[in-house]
């Protein structure tokens, strides 16, 4: 018998619960063997202890094969964007995709944003010089760079993708951007069988919502890369649909796009598409990629007839929706 994955579990707030109750539905349905264990961490967490991300947690983390987070409100810097570090989670993937059955701009997209995670201005480091004049360091690394640009161009030739975009704006960065952009160079070089084109961000936030379809993998830096994201969202139907997975050498950590969506949390109406699609990036993790597919295929099937929450025109809760994907999976198994 197969010894069942550790994983923790961090619903957070907001909607986090609801979704991740039902992503664990879903994964429970697949049959591989998992122990899940859920800690707190969030606002409601820093409400009620002190800490947004208690010590206990933050183990549990570490000891973990992989980590399910649902989602944090105020206190995502202390949570989300720790846990990330803690983690050495250096890699964050996002794949956007259209949905049949989704009313959307462009329904031919089919994208995946690998977004570097360590730094960039999200290393938090700001300083106030005098009052009124504050200042935000953008740090870029050699090393940092080079490590996000091989983990694009392999996962491109792993995902069977042809092609790699970096994203930058050296043109004005020209230090901190020129070395990321000099790194993604003389790593394409190591990937002569996959193509490789450069663009300026501005440039490409403008391709993407007048032709998607020009991008397989875009690799970029931490800031860009989470809003390049979030603009991809936008074209196929919003950040209900958009998982994303953080991923290091030793460590994971799988999370919806979405936010806490407070106006609707508790009310059994949140989407639980990308924490599903979250579970199936789990799966494929841990390498059964058998039991993804059938994840992947029954959440296709299901919004393809409608069986879908509210926000996507169907009428069914966050639960029933799991509910819906987990009779899909058994009827093609």
Do not use: W
């Not at 490409?204 to 969202?233: H, K, Y």
């Amino acid at each position: 018998m197969n010894s069942a994955y550790p994983i923790a579990v961090i619903p957070g707030d907001g909607i986090g619960p609801e979704v991740v109750a039902a992503e664990l539905k879903v994964l429970e349905a697949t049959g591989v063997p998992f122990e899940f264990t859920t800690y707190p961490a969030g606002d409601t967490c820093e409400a009620e202890t002190g800490r947004a991300l208690p010590e206990e947690t933050l183990q549990a983390a570490l000891a973990s094969k992989a980590v399910i987070f649902g989602a944090a409100g105020n206190t995502a810097a202390d949570v989300i964007l720790r846990l990330r570090v803690e983690l050495g989670a250096f890699a964050n993937v996002r794949p956007t995709r259209a949905f049949p059955g989704v009313a959307c701009l462009f329904p031919q997209t089919d994208l995946v944003i690998v977004r570097e995670n360590s730094e960039c201005l999200y290393a938090g480091i700001e300083n106030t010089i005098v009052p009124g004049v504050v200042t935000a360091t953008r740090v870029i690394t050699e090393r940092a760079s080079y490590r996000i640009a091989r983990y694009a161009f392999q996962y491109a030739r792993d995902n069977r993708r042809s092609k790699v975009t970096t994203v930058h704006k050296a043109n004005v960065l020209r230090k901190s951007d020129g070395l990321f952009l000099r790194c993604c160079r003389q790593v394409a070089d190591e990937f002569s069988d996959l193509a490789f084109e450069e663009g300026l961000v501005d440039s490409v936030a403008m391709r993407m919502v007048l032709s998607p379809e020009d991008f397989d993998v875009i690799v970029t830096t931490n800031l860009f890369g989470d809003i390049l994201s979030d603009l991809a969202a936008g074209l196929v139907g919003g950040l209900g649909l958009c998982p994303s997975a953080n991923l290091g050498d030793h460590h994971a950590l799988f999370e919806p796009v979405h936010g806490t969506a407070p106006r609707i949390a508790g009310k059994g109406l949140a989407n639980p598409a990308a924490a599903i699609m979250c579970g199936a990036m789990l799966l494929r993790y841990l390498g059964r990629i058998e039991a993804a597919d059938s994840v992947d295929k029954a959440l296709v099937r299901c919004i393809e007839k409608g069986r879908t929450t509210y926000d996507l025109g169907g009428g069914l809760s966050t639960m029933e929706m799991a509910e819906h994907v987990v009779r899909e999976m058994q009827r093609s198994s």
